[in-house]
């Protein structure tokens, strides 16, 4: 059974700092794996997607990538902003063809101005 | 275009009732799927659907069922409501269920609390 855990649970840091969000999944069968962001009481957002034959994929200030090896997957964030509070989860997909997903419990990202 | 829409928002409920919420899907999307997200177990998959057929469940009992209709509008249905259902359902659409590049869009959710 695919479980997937995020380190650390909750982050505070000051405005401008680079900062890394750690995803772990415990079946390195995947087929991708998506970082999403959640503000509070909304729903998701769709951050990025990386398919298992990528190391990364860059968005912006975003940066995210993947070892399927080792079960991990980092999302670091370049240059924060107090824009860039919210919640961080990655997911993977709970069978080989559908994109319904096993979530991580999330990384609840605080950015001081 | 317009995004997944989810009615109602916000709803309270008393336990043993049963509840409707629905989802309309980005327009052109053909594949509907349900969370639950609670403070206690996050976010869990509960059932999709792509052209009116559930393709795949969660691990939810049989009390938590639902449907799509023809127009790719989804409706859930929690029967005989218990306080631990009291959570922040979220709909999901996307254009085709399968392949891994399907993005799925989310809605607002609607937020349930059970008395």
């Known amino acids: 059974k695919q479980e997937v855990t995020q380190i650390p649970a909750a982050l505070s840091v000051p405005e401008g700092e680079n900062l890394v969000l750690n995803c772990s999944f415990t079946?390195?069968?995947?087929?991708?794996l998506q970082w999403f962001r959640q503000d509070p009481g909304k729903g998701l957002t769709s951050l990025l997607l990386i398919q298992s034959s990528q190391r990364e994929q860059t968005s912006g200030r975003l940066n995210a990538s993947l070892d399927k090896s080792s079960g991990r997957s980092t999302l670091y964030i370049a240059a924060s902003q107090p824009g860039d509070s919210a919640t961080y989860l990655c997911a993977v997909p709970l069978t080989s063809y559908g994109q319904n997903f096993v979530f991580g419990p999330g990384t609840r990202l605080s950015v001081l101005p | 275009k317009a995004g997944v829409t989810q009615t109602p928002r916000y709803l309270i409920k008393t336990r043993g009732q049963q509840v409707t919420l629905s989802c309309s899907p980005i327009?052109?999307?053909?594949?509907v799927s349900w969370y639950q997200q609670t403070p206690g177990q996050g976010l869990q998959f509960l059932f999709e659907?792509?052209?009116?057929?559930?393709?795949n469940k969660g691990n939810f009992p049989g009390r938590f069922s639902g449907r799509q209709f023809s127009n790719s509008r989804s409706e859930m249905n929690v029967s005989t409501l218990e306080l631990g259902d009291s959570a922040l359902y979220l709909c999901a659409s996307s254009l085709l269920p399968s392949g891994g590049s399907n993005i799925q869009y989310f809605g607002a959710g609607t937020r349930l609390s059970v008395l």
């Open positions: 327009s052109g999307h053909r594949s």
């Open positions: 079946d390195s069968a995947i087929y991708n």
């Open positions: 659907y792509f052209s009116e057929t559930q393709r």
